[in-house]
């Protein structure tokens, strides 16, 4: 059996290798060989520890958890589009100067609508999405989850 710390560190990877599309919780502990009850206490103290996001999740009749990461490694998807890159004054712009990314607005308008296509990781379902008939402690989730 993998030591707990290890096992947080592997799940942590593989959650965060699914990017926006997150886990299933039962499929994560079938791909790291550790048990459900095992997986649900690693997962709740990554949760805990600010690292993942669980959101229950109906599946074949049963509620399950779908872990997601809370934050992604930065790529470089993420800034090929960065105005800097290619800008003409990108050697005299200083945030001393008077030509400055403080003040530019081609960077403020990049800023501004980054994300603006790509999901939200951080937002957790509305209450409304709930149902009051789902599982309000760990326990019956986990239970659950095989
Ligand atoms: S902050 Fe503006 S002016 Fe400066 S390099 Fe970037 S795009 Fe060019």
Redo the contacts with the bound molecule.
């Keep these: 059996m993998p030591k707990r710390n290890d096992l947080e560190q592997k799940a942590l990877h593989y959650v965060v290798g699914t990017g926006y599309q997150g886990v299933l919780q039962s499929d994560l502990w079938r791909e790291l060989g550790a048990s459900s009850r095992e997986g649900s206490r690693v997962s709740i103290k990554l949760e805990e520890k600010g690292l993942i996001r669980r959101e229950k999740e109906l599946q074949e009749g049963r509620w399950t958890y779908r872990l997601y990461p809370k934050r992604l490694p930065a790529s470089i998807e993420t800034i090929v589009d960065c105005?800097?890159l290619l800008?003409p004054?990108?050697a005299r712009?200083d945030p001393t100067t008077a030509?400055?990314?403080k003040s530019?607005p081609?960077?403020t308008d990049w800023i501004l609508n980054l994300g603006k296509e790509a999901p939200a990781i951080a937002e957790g379902p509305s209450a409304d999405v709930l149902e009051p008939s789902m599982p309000e402690d760990d326990s019956v989730a986990e239970s659950l989850d095989t």
Aim: net charge neutral.
């Design positions: 105005p800097c800008c004054d990108n712009c030509l400055s990314p530019c081609k960077l």
